[in-house]
């Protein structure tokens, strides 16, 4: 017997080069290209929602000067020892603290119109953009119209005018709540705006703009016979 003729170091036991499964190569990559980033749509959502956060904000300074003009005043007399209210039974203040309310409910429903006008798809940083500009808005002003109204230091206005001199109390907003009245308008009117005029979601399994198709009409074995037969035996 003769041994097999084998070139030494090519034993079949011994994988030659370039043979056995291919092992998965790993390749380095840096941490910043594995790390997920923002998308491009993503990006101008925040730039949209930072745009809008700003506008709204701004719409404040409309706000306190239609509450500085509109707003009723309290009118104050001093007889020289204390100050009081010339009418006992007024109502001012409380109208002071509506006209903010009503006036806030307007801003929110047309901002919140504007917002949906010119960006009916919404998104979240718009939603959030709006809402917290709302805020601030009420916010500012609030603070304008009380920085622009009657000086607060009341002892010190009814010695500038004198005794027995009417004069106009420092306005004030008694509840406090009234200062959600524009984010909250605003977050109701866009929510019903969006959900009934808002663009609406493809249904599942089909693609956008096209429409489901009555599938083929199938018959099952013998129905058709069965009929023909019996329409034969009727004639």
């Known amino acids: 017997m003769t041994a097999p003729l084998t070139p030494h170091g090519n034993s079949p036991s011994e994988p030659g080069p370039g043979s056995g499964p291919d092992l998965p190569q790993h390749v380095g990559h840096k941490a910043g290209d594995t790390a997920p980033g923002l998308s491009e749509e993503t990006r101008t959502e925040l730039r949209q929602g930072a745009l809008i956060m700003a506008l709204v904000t701004l719409c404040g300074v409309l706000l306190g000067l239609l509450w500085l003009w509109l707003a009723p005043r309290?009118?104050?007399i001093s007889d020289g020892k204390a100050v009081y209210l010339k009418n006992t039974e007024g109502e001012q203040a409380v109208g002071a603290?509506?006209?903010?309310?009503?006036l806030?409910?307007?801003?929110?429903?047309v901002s919140a119109a504007v917002v949906f006008l010119f960006h009916r798809r919404g998104g979240i940083a718009i939603v959030v953009g709006l809402a917290a500009g709302s805020l601030l808005a009420s916010l500012i002003g609030w603070r304008l119209g009380l920085w622009l109204g009657p000086t607060a230091d009341v002892a010190g206005h009814a010695r500038a005018v004198g005794q027995g001199v009417v004069f106009d109390a420092p306005l004030k907003l008694a509840a406090k709540g009234m200062l959600l009245a524009w984010p909250?308008?605003?977050?109701?009117?866009?929510l019903g705006l969006t959900g009934l005029f808002g663009p609406r979601d493809p249904e599942p399994g089909l693609e956008p703009g096209l429409e489901a198709e009555p599938g083929p009409v199938t018959h099952r074995p013998g129905t058709a016979g069965t009929a023909n037969g019996q329409d034969q035996g009727l004639s």
């Open 74 to 76: 309290v009118p104050l």
């Open 97 to 102: 603290d509506g006209w903010f309310g009503l």
């Open 104 to 109: 806030g409910l307007a801003f929110g429903a």
């Open 184 to 190: 909250l308008a605003a977050m109701a009117v866009h």
